[in-house]
């Protein structure tokens, strides 16, 4: 019998710094004449971001299927159609609602992708921003019930990858997208792989995964770079949906707080290991479901609470609407409640429901849903969804 222990798979070096601080930084269109404004972000992770006169763009959950991801991101005109993973959105921003990961094999190399692209777009006076969602934060904890068995052969991959080649984690991180099926592919030819009942892979992959997103692990650091919740301009982004105790709380607190506990600066012996009022919970930031709920299952007087607690929080906010993941629908993007808000995971992963992607684009304070043409649709199936 082999066993592995968590020191026999050396742990590349993590782009955690060692405290959090306070951050604003701006960065403007590269082109010549252009009259538009620099974006500039506000908090660490980032919190506010003023991006006048930019085009936004926002994706809901990905699901770890990164063929159904690019569709999504060329179907926005912000990822080139030629195979390369160029941006095409110029000085565009891009929003991901979050739940990258679980139920899907190509997990990390989604997070690559949504990397190098950020990197490319600010280059071109745009940004990519991405949020997390219920998913990364119970990969943080642990909670691996909804990974597939080619997400753990993926984190197998991706270790032994950062161990054979010695770059330095952001050189490493932003290439893999372009490698990783490379890798999937002669991992599938190796001999040494049995596919999923090999007990011995699969040790190694679990073990692979709790190195990489434990608590001050290199992707737990990645995703502690990104907020729970998100304003840009008049919009506000995030998995489930705000409350109005989440912004008597605090958006700015709650997104630092989230992001020392993935960073693994929270003291093991506090009572708080965990930020629950961001990621536990049924009205928690990355849970809530209320916004969601398909107005025709309520009554009025449940239609009219929900909508002025909606518009509480957005009062609060100073925001015009909020756009939230999370929950499937089945009928595609929608509106509610006057349209303060836009309910935008269509389940494209095939891991959820395969259906054809789905974008929303505001452009001058209008927001328009951005539908596929391809005939994707498969036979829809009931899941369990969380």
């Known amino acids: 019998m082999v066993s592995l222990c968590l020191n026999s798979l050396p742990l590349p070096p993590s782009s955690c710094p060692q405290k959090l601080t306070e951050t604003s930084s701006s960065f403007s269109n590269g082109s010549i004449g252009t009259a538009l404004k620099p974006i500039v972000v506000n908090g660490n992770p ?7 006169g930019r085009r936004i763009v926002a994706v809901g959950d990905l699901h770890g299927d990164l063929d159904q991801a690019r569709y999504a991101l060329e179907m926005a005109g912000v990822l080139s159609s030629d195979g390369q993973d160029l941006w ?7 929003v991901q609602l979050g739940d990258v990961l679980d139920r899907g094999d190509d997990e990390i190399a989604i997070l690559s992708l949504l990397r190098s692209l950020d990197i ?16 990364e ?13 080619g997400a753990f052969d993926e984190c197998a991959d991706f270790l032994e990858y950062l161990n054979d080649y010695e770059y330095d ?27 999923p009942w090999n007990l011995v892979e699969r040790q190694k992959g679990v073990i692979a995964r709790s190195v990489l997103f434990r608590p001050g692990g290199p992707l737990a650091c990645e995703l502690a770079r990104h907020a729970v919740a998100l304003k840009v301009n008049d919009w506000i982004f995030c998995h489930g949906g705000l409350l109005p105790h989440h912004v008597a709380y605090g958006i700015e607190k709650m997104n630092k707080e989230v992001s020392q506990w993935m960073r693994g600066l929270i003291e093991e012996d506090t009572n708080r290991n965990m930020p629950f009022i961001a990621t536990k919970g049924y009205d928690s930031v990355v849970w809530n479901r209320l916004y969601s709920r398909n107005i025709s299952d309520l009554a009025d007087y ?25 929950t499937p629908q089945f009928s595609g993007a929608n509106c509610e409640y006057n349209c303060s808000i836009w309910r935008i995971d269509v389940g494209m992963s095939s891991g959820v429901l395969n259906s054809r992607p789905e974008v929303l684009e505001i452009r ?5 849903v951005i539908r596929s043409k391809r005939n994707r649709f498969s036979e829809l199936q009931m899941v369990d969804y969380i």
């Open 46 to 52: 980032p919190t506010f971001v003023s991006a006048p």
């Open 88 to 94: 095409t959105g110029e000085d565009a921003v891009l």
């Open 120 to 135: 490319q777009a600010k280059a071109k006076g745009g940004a990519v921003f991405q949020v997390n969602g219920n998913h």
């Open 137 to 149: 934060t119970m990969n943080v904890e642990g909670d691996f019930r909804y990974v597939e068995s």
């Open 169 to 195: 984690w952001n050189e490493a991180f932003v290439r893999w997208c372009g490698v990783s099926r490379i890798w999937k592919d002669e991992r599938k030819m190796s001999r040494n792989h049995w596919g």
């Open 302 to 326: 449940q239609i009219n609470q929900i909508n002025a607690i909606l518009q509480e929080t957005l009062q609060a906010l100073g925001a015009k609407a909020m756009v939230v993941g999370h």
């Open 364 to 368: 001058d304070d209008k927001a328009r």
